[in-house]
């Protein structure tokens, strides 16, 4: 499939011409061809957006939730199709791909919904005055995405940012721009006027950069690696953009010995694994209180070694192809690592080769264990099928070593005892912690990390927020 650019509505090729390829990670083969776009490109997307933007940021509400409902209802529509263009191009089993297209059209539709709902505030004062905080749209807006879940990710910035009244320039992973390429016929589809979604396809250096550079692109929405995202601040901060960063993790998953462990362990199974473990929320440090620790490490071996791994088209599938050769390489470089700091492998450990996909890039799901806390496998995002468990005796030393990274993103508790629960809560330095779940997603609260994870919240009022400028209106009485 070769893909084109969206722009003012259009389908176009780069202006240069230049192309990319596009890989089928399954197969390792390349299958389709990506424009290979630049500054110039980004700055016609930049126009159009601009030109289009008097119009949609005066639609009124219920005209862009209309039309936001339409792209919900265009997504619902293609679903099989995406799910399977998702899959070819990123590697997921198609089960899950289907089942994040059921999210990318729910972004639409809760978004829509908010654009109805999103209200001014009103201070008084006494009889002294009234203050009115009026928030504008920014203008055009840059919304930059990865390749883990490339629809589910995309729409998640690009459906505020619209429902806010902004027009986006948009750019989806070079290695997962399929379903994005899809995205903008659905919305031409939907009614969405030209210009107010254009997306550009290339390079992360090239556009990805031309976009955070541009000087009228006001504000910037990143989800991808911790080093993109700092140099992305170095470059937007100078120029006084705002700016949200999603960036990696390295989650604690802390299992207490009074935890419902049935549910614990089949959890973390998924937690530790789902999409080939990059998800930026995936646990990655496992800590087991020491008296349930070998029960609790056999039954996630067994487990996670009967676990499918292979051609994400078939059903049985669990574990798919990992994204891409040098993310491939780079998981496995952090295997061999792990072994040099004296880790044991439980399970997993190399790289397979399926037959008929002997070329794609497909990694056993590993358990990796003795590792020491400060090991640098324990410390860096490897962002694969790769886990590290360990003991633990008490709260404070679990505590300490769960918050010892430089990362903040997320973290599973389990423990049936609630005072526990919210004391462990209230002390983990991450953004999000799940006691008894895991990515149980309530689109309305607060999505980010702290520390090394990030700057700023999406998801709800926090990315409508986000995405407008408060104006106050100070009326003396
Ligand atoms: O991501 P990049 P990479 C983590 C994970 C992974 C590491 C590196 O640990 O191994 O990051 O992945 C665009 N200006 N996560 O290098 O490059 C790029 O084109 C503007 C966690 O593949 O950060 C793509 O669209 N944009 C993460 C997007 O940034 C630039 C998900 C993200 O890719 C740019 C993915 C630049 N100079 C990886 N350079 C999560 N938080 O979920 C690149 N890009």
Redesign the pocket.
């Known amino acids: 499939m070769n893909i084109q650019n969206y722009i003012n509505g259009d389908m176009c090729a780069a202006q240069l011409g230049a192309v990319l390829d596009n890989y089928n990670p399954a197969s390792g083969k390349v299958y389709g061809t990506i424009p290979n776009s630049d500054a110039q490109d980004v700055s016609k997307a930049y126009e159009a957006a601009a030109a289009a933007f008097p119009t949609w940021s005066n639609t009124p509400a219920e005209e862009r939730f209309k039309v936001m409902n339409a792209i919900a209802e265009g997504i619902d529509n293609l679903r099989d199709a995406l799910a399977l263009a998702e899959s070819n191009d990123q590697g997921k089993p198609l089960w899950l791909a289907k089942n994040e297209m059921i999210r990318a059209a729910q972004n639409f539709r809760f978004f829509a919904t908010a654009a109805m709902q999103f209200a001014s505030e009103s201070h008084a004062m006494e009889n002294r005055a009234i203050n009115y905080t009026l928030r504008t749209p920014i203008g055009v807006v840059g919304c930059?995405?990865?390749?883990?879940l490339p629809l589910y990710l995309f729409t998640w910035k690009i459906a505020p940012a619209l429902a806010a009244g902004n027009c986006v320039v948009a750019?989806?992973?070079?290695f997962t721009p399929v379903t994005a390429a899809m995205l903008g016929e659905i919305c031409t589809a939907a009614g969405l006027p030209n210009g107010v979604l254009n997306i550009v396809h290339g390079?992360?250096?090239t556009v990805?950069?031309a976009?955070?550079e541009h000087p009228n692109i006001k504000a910037i929405s990143?989800?991808?690696?911790t080093a993109?995202g700092k140099?992305?601040s170095s470059v937007a901060g100078p120029m006084f953009k705002k700016v949200s960063l999603?960036?990696?993790g390295k989650n604690p998953n802390i299992i207490f010995a009074d935890a419902d462990l049935d549910k614990a362990i089949k959890t973390t199974v998924n937690s530790s694994f789902m999409n080939q473990g990059e998800i930026?929320l995936c646990g990655s440090r496992v800590f087991v209180e020491r008296s349930v620790y070998g029960q609790v490490k056999d039954a996630l071996v067994k487990a996670v070694s009967e676990m499918k791994v292979g051609d994400p088209l078939d059903p049985a599938t669990r574990v798919g192809a990992i994204v891409s050769k040098p993310?491939y390489e780079?998981v496995l470089g952090y295997i061999a690592l792990a072994k040099e700091e004296g880790a044991t492998v439980l399970c997993g450990g190399t790289a397979l080769h399926p037959e008929g996909l002997e070329n794609g890039y497909y990694i056993a799901p590993t358990i990796l264990e003795g590792l020491s806390a400060s090991a640098r496998c324990n410390m860096e995002?490897i962002?694969g099928p790769v886990i590290s468990i360990m003991p633990f005796d008490t709260e404070e030393e679990v505590l300490a070593m769960a918050n010892a990274t430089d990362y903040g993103l997320a973290a599973t508790v389990w423990t049936e005892h609630l005072t526990r629960a919210h004391r462990v809560a209230a002390q983990l330095q991450m953004g999000i912690v799940w006691v008894n779940c895991w990515l149980l997603r309530d689109l309305r609260t607060p999505f980010g990390g702290v520390k090394s994870s990030g700057v700023g919240r999406e998801g709800g009022w926090e990315a409508m927020r986000f995405f407008t400028e408060p104006k106050n209106v100070c009326i003396a009485l």
């Open positions: 930059i995405s990865p390749w883990n750019k989806p992973s070079e390079l992360g250096a990805g950069q976009i955070v990143f989800t991808g690696g993109t140099h992305i999603e960036l990696g930026c993310h780079k995002e962002f």
